[in-house]
């Protein structure tokens, strides 16, 4: 079992930064990578950013590409997403996710098989 919890949602206004973390504990020596997804209202949950483990490969949605960006502390089992240039669009729920399959794709959220309760992102014009 992997446990994840999410933290570090809140209000911001457009253009701002917002820090995401998620610390994972249990069998984390386990998981392959780490995921960010997010979900507004009345839509699907979509993928936004993900890290492996091992070589730190990351990879992003384009939508948030080059505003946003995935990192790992090994040494504290969390992973971060440092969101800058924030924009209304961005506002949803964002989910952590942990991986134990041996490669990717890490896109879709079936390759993922724990998730965090999520953390509320509301970004105001």
């Known amino acids: 079992q992997v446990q994840l919890v999410e933290s570090g949602g809140g209000l911001a206004q457009a253009g701002a930064s917002l820090r995401l973390s998620c610390a994972a504990s249990?069998?984390?020596?386990?998981?392959?990578?780490m995921g960010w997804f997010r979900q507004a209202p009345g839509k699907e949950r979509e993928f936004v950013a993900a890290?492996?483990?091992?070589?730190?490969?990351?990879s992003y949605a384009d939508s948030v590409k080059g505003r946003f960006t995935i990192s790992r502390d090994n040494a504290k089992n969390t992973v971060y997403l440092q969101m800058n240039s924030l924009k209304p669009e961005d506002t949803a729920v964002y989910y952590c996710?942990?991986?134990?399959?041996?490669?990717?794709?890490?896109?879709?959220?079936?390759?993922?098989?724990?998730w965090g309760q999520g953390t509320q992102v509301t970004v105001s014009s």
């Open positions: 249990g069998r984390t020596v386990s998981s392959s990578a």
């Open positions: 890290i492996s483990w091992s070589l730190s490969r990351t």
């Open positions: 996710a942990a991986s134990l399959r041996a490669g990717g794709p890490w896109y879709p959220a079936w390759a993922y098989d724990y």
